[in-house]
Every structure is written in C-alpha cells, then in structure tokens.
C-alpha cells in the first residue's frame, strides 16, 4: 500500500450552502474525495485527493452487478480555538477491515486510512459547519471494478472516500420517533452478512421501510431471521431498552452491526454505575415488561441521529407507548454526553476524540 498521498487541489470551487442550519443529510459534498486503487499483482497503491467528480466504471464492473462493496460512516467537528476533531475513527476503520474480510475484499492498513481522512479533512477543512448540531460526514467506501461477468471476488477495487456537511439529524430538537416491529420480512441471519456494512443489508431492507412509512411509522424494527421473536436493529440503528432500571441491547451473535454509538453507549452507562447486559431479548419480552409498567425507555442509537429515542412500538396491529411518547431523561442525558464530547464542550474521559 502506498504512503504517499498525491494531493491535486480543484481549481473550480463549490458554492457552499446559504443556510448552514438547514443542511439536511446527505445532499451536500465537498470540493475533493480521496481515491485509491487496488490491483492483486501491487496491491493498493496510488493514493490521491483529487477535485469531487463521477467515478468512471465499466458497465460490466463487478460491483454492479454481484455487490461486493462495503462503507462507513464518521463525522468530523470543529471545536474550540477553531480545531478539528474525529469521533473513535479507529473504531469505524477496524469495522472497515472487518466488513472487508467477510466481502472477500483486501484489507487496508489503518494506519493509511487514518491518514486519508485526516489530510482529505484538512484539504477540505472550510467545509466543516460551526452551527449547532451541524458536522462533517465522512463516508469511505469501497467497490469491486474488476469488468467481469461472472460470481466470483474481484482482483481490482477502488477506495473512496467522501465528505458531506450535515445538519442537526433533529432540526426542531430531540424528539421520539414512532417503530413498526417487522414480522413478514427478513434483513439478516447468523452466518450471512448482518454484522457487515454492506450495500446488501440496506437494499434488504428497503421494502420494508416503504410499508412502515405507508402506515405512518419512521422506521422498522427487525427480529431475528429464524423465530422471528428476537430483536435485532431498528434500520441504522442499535437498539437499547431500559426495563425496571437495567439497560439491554440485542448481543452481538453475526446479523446485527457492532455500532460505533453502541460501543460508547454501553461504555458511558457503565461509567455511571448503571446496569448494562448485551443478551438475546424478544418483542414478547418487551410487551411484557410495558404491560407490568417495567419498560422505562426505548432508544435508538448510530451515527446519524446519535441517540434517536422510540415513542411508540406497533407489532401485529399491537400499539404501545413508551414513556408516554417523550425523550427520557436517560436518552437525554447520552445524547447531551455524547455530542458534548463531540463538540468539545463535556471533558472526553474515554480517548474517543482525535485531533485532525
């Protein structure tokens, strides 16, 4: 893998978005990406920031038609004293390799792609929004370009990464999100690609999502592929339930995601002396415990939203409240805890941040 990073600054610059407060999600991109190429006799090699542009694919590129690609997700903050930091990269990097292995793609050194992004950032830096709630999406991706008809790995790739300025994933504040619990479809199962971040596990999904939101609900909830009684994710998201003062999340068992947000969730709630366990939990469970008055709060956690906290859960025409529909004070308080490290307004205790 080459070190050298080749640097070819665009001499057409973007016009930035007016109103920094409405940048939405994804809808903006910056001036530069970072590309890197691979071959099986080099290896991965040529390393560039160059101007922001289409990608040039044979029609007959691998990645097309058998989806062997895997991405990530990562955002970058401008703090005080105008500096810029990173929220755990290494974090979303090891998971890069992690969902590479299991795609049949060559791994990176994550040394170098800690590197890509800390110069692509900086290359880039007059992008990053100050507004409250705003950041710097940092989207790294990885495709099959080997022109090939044919199921079998590819022997060239490409490595990409992205740079969107987002807005406030809440832009009238943190609000609780309604939840249809998926019975009829199927994201993943032990043994497929479910703890993967890959293009597949969100095309599986779409269909559902459609449903949901035809009947009024912002995202699926999905149980497990085989009983369909164990809760596994909600969309992007990982999913924690607060039940007569403990805290659950689904175990990680090979068809759900190890989230960054997740990890620092877990880790935050055990530095408060609060009661954590990662195990197998079913939707019956949680019926349950809200019949008896036990289910306490109900929270989403990723990337994107940080914390997205669940108000009302339909499964099988069953509807149920949490919380009586409103953020509770848990949910507020990891939210308010993990942006503030973010943004550098709340100490980081954990070593999450690193500087650009």
């Known amino acids: 893998m080459s070190y050298q990073i080749k640097i070819i600054e665009t001499k057409n610059k973007k016009v930035k978005p007016d109103n920094r407060c409405k940048l939405g999600f994804g809808k903006y991109f910056t001036d530069h990406m970072f590309v890197m190429d691979y071959n099986s006799e080099n290896g991965w090699q040529d390393a560039r920031i160059i101007p922001y542009g289409p990608l040039e694919l044979d029609p007959a590129s691998m990645v097309l038609h058998y989806g062997q690609t895997v991405f990530e997700g990562l955002k970058a903050y401008k703090i ?171 175990s990680l068992e090979g068809s759900i995601l190890d989230g960054v947000t997740r990890n620092s969730t877990i880790e935050l709630l055990k530095s408060w002396g609060i009661k954590v366990s990662e195990r197998k939990i079913s939707i019956n469970e949680i019926y349950e415990a809200h019949s008896k008055g036990l289910l306490e709060e109900a929270f989403g956690t990723g990337t994107a939203a940080v914390i997205s906290p669940i108000g009302e859960l339909s499964w099988k025409g069953n509807k149920i409240l949490i919380n009586n529909n409103e953020v509770g004070e848990m949910s507020m308080k990891i939210y308010n805890n993990i942006t503030g490290i973010q943004n550098g307004i709340i100490e980081d205790k954990f070593d999450w941040t690193v500087e650009v």
């Open 80 to 250: 005080q004293n105008g500096r810029v930091v990173l929220f755990r990269p290494k974090k979303n990097i090891q998971r890069l390799n992690i969902s590479s292995e299991r795609l049949g793609i060559p791994s990176m050194d994550e040394n170098v792609v800690l590197d890509a992004i800390r110069k692509l950032v900086k290359v880039d830096m007059d992008w990053i929004p100050t507004e409250k709630n705003t950041s710097l999406y940092i989207r790294p991706f990885v495709i099959a370009t080997d022109a090939h008809l044919g199921v079998r790995p590819s022997t060239t790739y490409k490595f990409v990464i992205i740079l969107s300025p987002v807005g406030s994933y809440y832009p009238d504040g943190l609000k609780p999100v309604k939840i249809y619990v998926e019975d009829k479809y199927v994201r993943a199962v032990k043994g497929g690609i479910g703890f993967a971040k890959t293009a597949g596990n969100y095309a599986a999904s779409i269909k559902a999502q459609i449903e949901a939101k035809e009947k009024g609900y912002i995202q699926v909830l999905w149980l497990d592929g085989l009983e369909r009684k164990y809760i596994e994710e909600v969309g992007a998201m990982n999913v924690f339930f607060k039940i007569n003062g403990e805290v659950i999340t689904p």
